[in-house]
């Protein structure tokens, strides 16, 4: 559930206070960047924060196009105080960006990610990020895609659909919260 994530990660920064709240998009042509882009606005929205353009930066999923965005971000005349990034290792692009452009994460500028990838968990970088079990999701789009082509001489496939898994906010270090503090948290979820 991009949608969700990208909501719950900028609800997340926006209840720890920013309200300069900047977003490093993934991919242009991906759906996945496009549903976390609109949960970050939509997050915006309900705020009564108003979406700013110049906040909007794209890092193409990648830790030299976060880099480039936190560079850019940086630099302007009045630089974000928190940012959501489109994936971890974007985030991870991100981070670095911030600490050479002079500033520190999360005293100077909060940070948060998606994906819950195993590095963002090590102590040293301590990413506050969505959680999502992209695992699962890999397993049964390997078995739509096996259905597909098993099934691909059928006149009329019917529709298969992958399940929407639930995503949660898994708060550390990056964010300046306490990391004890968690939001939509699946009751027996992994902490």
């Known amino acids: ?26 991919t242009p042509d991906a759906s996945t960047a496009h549903g ?26 990648s830790y030299s196009g976060g880099y480039a965005a936190a560079r850019k971000l940086m630099a302007l005349d009045l ?15 991100v981070m670095d960006g911030v600490l050479d452009a002079g500033y520190r994460v999360p005293e100077d500028v909060a940070l948060v990610g998606f994906d819950d990838i195993p590095l963002a968990s090590l102590r040293a970088i301590g990413l506050t990020t ?8 890999a397993e049964e ?20 659909t992958l399940r929407i898994h639930q995503v949660y906010l898994v708060v550390r270090r990056t964010c300046g919260a306490d990391p004890g ?8 979820s992994p902490a």
Request: aromatic share 10%.
């Open 36 to 61: 976390r882009s609109d949960g970050y606005r939509s997050a915006l929205d309900k705020a009564n924060l108003a979406f700013n353009e110049e906040l909007l930066v794209y890092g193409n999923y």
């Open 79 to 93: 630089p974000p105080t928190a940012i959501f990034a489109a994936n971890d290792v974007t985030a991870m692009g």
């Open 141 to 160: 789009a390997f078995d739509l895609l096996l259905y597909k082509i098993a099934h691909k001489d059928e006149p009329a496939s019917p529709e298969v």
């Open 1 to 26: 559930d991009n949608f969700r994530g990208g909501y719950l990660a900028t609800q997340h920064l926006i209840k720890l206070g920013h309200q300069r709240i900047a977003h490093v998009h993934g």
């Open 130 to 137: 969505i959680h999502h079990d992209y695992v699962k999701i």
């Open 181 to 188: 503090w968690r939001t939509d948290r699946p009751t027996g």
